[in-house]
């Protein structure tokens, strides 16, 4: 039976440590400020803003919200985010995306000023993860996923890793995380020829599809471990990830669980780099 790696353990571990440095912060009279930024009333943002605002009330991070209407033009939303820009009272935002279809996202992601990009949208952060110049912070989800791994000891280096996904959300900046980190790395996809070979070559498999549960037990061996970062809703209404959890959990070493895995994560590095944010501005302006 699989070992169950709970996403809480390593969100607490995060939490705890964020919340020293914001109390450090604080003794300075800088309070660490996230904006987000949302355009209409989406469940999923709704529950991840939720659980965002009560991660960042647990490292001691303030949040401002800025509310647009579903269908606000796309100069409000512009509007919005220069004034988030300039507004020195506030170190980091998060947009929630995708944005409704009559807005341009990638000028939506030129605007935000990269130095409070914190879940690396614009192409200061993207590049970050390549050149040690960039100003911004990679994903929230694709360093939740390294939190974990290293959180529970799960080495890195020399290790085979089978990445399922290439999305700029997830797969591609988690893979140039995983080469940093000296993984030996396949990246699969759609398109792949035989993803269960692919898969059972691994010594890690991390399944970023936004699938129900499309890997079955052909892709999984023993002595695995296996990150699902995919949240769907299965026939019966449930929560589910990439991975068919019944069937991989009798075969691989460790599993992470949905839910309760690499998305109970994710917010609390939200959090951790909003502070790390917070403290880049104040040595700038020391």
Do not use: W
Not at 160 to 182: E, H, K, Q, Y
């Amino acid at each position: 039976m699989a070992r169950i790696l709970k996403g809480a353990e390593v969100s607490a571990a995060i939490t705890e440590k964020a919340r020293a440095q914001a109390e450090a912060l604080q003794r300075l009279g800088i309070t660490p400020t996230l904006a987000i930024v949302r355009m209409g009333d989406n469940d999923g943002d709704l529950a991840y803003e939720r659980g965002a605002m009560k991660r960042c009330a647990a490292a001691g991070v303030a949040v401002r919200l800025f509310v647009l209407p579903e269908q606000a033009e796309q100069q409000e939303l512009l509007n919005t985010i220069e004034r988030i820009n300039h507004d020195v009272g506030i170190h980091a935002c998060l947009i929630f995306r995708p944005l409704p279809p009559h807005i341009d996202e990638s000028r939506v992601r030129a605007a935000l000023r990269p130095e409070k990009d914190v879940d690396g949208i614009t192409a200061g952060s993207l590049a970050g993860l390549m050149l040690p110049q960039g100003q911004g912070f990679p994903p929230c989800t694709p360093r939740a996923c390294i939190e974990i791994l290293d959180h529970f000891g799960i080495e890195l280096a020399g290790k085979r890793v089978t990445l399922i996904g290439r999305s700029l959300v997830v797969g591609r900046p988690l893979a140039l995380m995983l080469i940093a980190r000296d993984a030996t790395l396949t990246i699969c996809h759609s398109r792949t020829v035989d993803l269960p070979a692919r898969c059972r070559e691994a010594d890690i498999v991390i399944a970023a599809t936004g699938q129900a549960e499309m890997l079955g037990a052909d892709c999984f061996t023993h002595s695995q471990t296996v990150i699902d970062v995919g949240i769907s809703y299965n026939s019966q209404g449930q929560m589910v990830g990439d991975v068919d959890r019944a069937a991989a959990e009798q075969i691989v070493a460790a599993l992470t669980p949905v839910p309760g895995g690499v998305g109970t994560v994710t917010s609390s590095v939200l959090a951790a780099q909003v502070i790390e944010a917070a403290c880049r501005m104040h040595n700038r302006n020391m």
